[in-house]
């Protein structure tokens, strides 16, 4: 499984991106699907997650501020993010695994894309 992130950059605060995560190869690997982050400095956590069956989980920390997607037919996943602030600089990764179990790592890992909010 391959997993192709895209979408990052550089916004103000309030401001919004939509990030993409494209998955090529076994479509098994990549039944569930997550955007995870990791600030500078800071551990990495879970942004949403998203199964094909469309089954939803978002960190609380960003609710009514994102929407989580996917176009299971362009085997892409989308995170729309909005109403963005300094805290949620960081880089964003989009991951996969066969099973949506997210207290265990993910199995696939795509580069990482950096979201930058500046005040």
């Known amino acids: 499984v391959q997993l192709q992130a895209s979408g990052g950059g550089l916004v103000q605060v309030g401001g919004s991106l939509r990030l993409s995560c494209a998955a090529s190869g076994s479509t098994s690997g990549f039944n569930a699907m997550a955007w995870y982050r990791q600030a500078p400095g800071k551990e990495r956590e879970l942004v949403a997650g998203i199964t094909r069956s469309i089954m939803i989980i978002e960190n609380r920390s960003m609710e009514g501020r994102l929407n989580i997607s996917r176009d299971n037919a362009k085997n892409t996943m989308y995170l729309q993010m909005n109403n963005l602030r300094p805290e949620d600089t960081a880089v964003y990764y989009c991951?996969?695994?066969?099973?949506?179990?997210?207290?265990?790592?993910?199995?696939?890992w795509g580069q990482g894309t950096l979201v930058t909010v500046s005040s």
């Open positions: 991951a996969s695994d066969e099973v949506a179990d997210y207290s265990r790592t993910f199995k696939y």
